[in-house]
């Protein structure tokens, strides 16, 4: 490849990196505004916490299903078209859910989003394993981690600015930029190097996938999920991204009831709840560059790390008053120390099955991610409605990030 070859190369792979960083930018303005609307929903429909658990589970475990679905079919056919398609369907569920009257009007719709939602991660993951190799993944993975972080931070600003209009307006503003970033996505980003007119990027472990059957691209549903379950330490990391995802959700969804409090339109703390997402952005780039640089690819160990230094965090916010000025700090360390694995977790992926099974290691580990964090939301609702304090999201999150620590610790030889 000539030299102006690969300047054209780089500042290719970089433009894809932002467009598929600027579209999921605004993706979680559709999934992560739910926990803003609770108080209004509870109010306005007399629903318990418990029954808006349930709620937040449904989405949950229907993007897990989605993963699983939908990760196979971006290796087949493309991120591209799901990526985009997904972004279109959830600003409709979104606005379907404005309009709920009751439990199934926010049930339904609300369970549809978290499929459709679900067309978002595995693919894009998949597009940016086609563009850049393992030695840069780590930092890679980082980048778009870091654009899911700032994407609940623009989704936490928005939802504390447009609350004073009501719940509904909560599912009908945001999304509208979500809207705008999945168009721009799908007509600027490519879906690999050789739909640019550059060589594909190969690797030794694709050329080590390809050996267990024709091609990969042949293989069939059950054939990509074997390779996964085959891999022993890509199970240990699956169940692992479990309860830290039970961590970040319960996080996501809790933090913003526990400072809106009753008197949710007009709380004088709502905006502390934004330090939790400021958090979780800059530990997801930091993770991904401590990844890389510090432990040369080894995605185990500052896992475990981050998982300890959260359990910690997360207890210490049991023991304070929503008021405290430790708070905001605080909460900014959960964050920080909650979300920060997601770039290792990703980058696992790949490294462990391959650039070409990269969708459904994605897919499948995202599965398992969700389907534990649908199993905290009414936990921690109930929890909340019986010790009458929101407070009681932190001690769980607390224990879950201990139990992904201790699991991380068997594959600490491996990767």
């Not at 008197?263 to 997801?284: H, R």
């Not at 023991?319 to 980058?347: K, N």
């Amino acid at each position: 490849m000539s030299e102006q070859t690969t300047s054209s190369f780089h500042r290719a792979r970089v433009r894809t990196l932002l467009l598929v960083m600027f579209c999921y930018l605004f993706y979680y303005t559709g999934r992560q505004n739910f926990g803003f609307a609770i108080p209004g929903i509870s109010q306005e429909l007399g629903l318990s916490k418990a029954a808006l658990g349930w709620c937040s589970s449904a989405l949950l475990w229907s993007y897990a299903v989605g993963q699983a679905i939908n990760g196979p079919l971006a290796d087949r056919f493309g991120g591209r078209r799901l990526m985009g398609l997904g972004g279109l369907l959830s600003f409709l569920m979104n606005v379907l859910t404005s309009f709920a009257g009751g439990l199934a009007g926010v049930l339904v719709p609300w369970a549809g989003n978290g499929f459709v939602q679900s067309m978002g991660w595995a693919p894009g993951s998949r597009i940016l394993s086609n563009w850049w190799g393992k030695v840069h993944r780590g930092r890679v993975y980082g980048a778009y981690v870091f654009a899911a972080g700032m994407s609940s931070v623009l989704t936490y600003v928005m939802a504390n600015t447009v609350v004073d209009l009501g719940w509904r307006w909560i599912f009908r503003g945001p999304v509208i930029l979500m809207l705008i970033g999945c168009v721009t996505f799908w007509l600027l980003v490519r879906e690999k190097p050789s739909d640019r007119g550059f060589s594909d990027i190969l690797e030794q472990a694709d050329a080590q996938t390809d050996g267990a059957d024709d091609t990969v691209n042949e293989m069939n549903w059950w054939q990509r999920y074997r390779c996964g379950f085959r891999s022993v330490p890509f199970l240990f990391g699956c169940a692992a991204i479990g309860f830290q995802n039970l961590a970040r959700y319960g996080l996501l969804v809790w933090v913003p009831v526990h400072f809106l409090g009753e008197n949710w339109k007009d709380s004088q703390e709502k905006w502390i709840s934004v330090a939790l997402p400021v958090g979780m952005a800059v530990g997801a780039v930091s993770a991904g560059w401590v990844s890389d640089r510090i432990f040369g690819g080894r995605r185990a160990m500052p896992i475990v790390l981050f998982l300890t230094c959260a359990s910690c965090c997360a207890m210490g916010m049991s023991m304070l008053a929503s008021c405290s000025v430790l708070a905001v700090p605080l909460l900014f360390l959960t964050g920080f120390f909650v979300y920060g694995p997601q770039s290792a977790f990703w980058a696992l992926c790949p490294d462990l099955l391959g650039k070409k099974l990269a969708g459904t290691g994605t897919g499948m580990m995202n599965f398992f991610a969700y389907l534990f964090a649908g199993l905290g939301e009414p936990l921690i609702g109930h929890l909340i409605e019986t010790q009458h304090s929101t407070s009681m999201v932190f001690p769980v999150v607390s224990v879950a990030c201990l139990a992904g620590a201790i699991l991380m610790t068997f594959i600490c030889k491996k990767v």
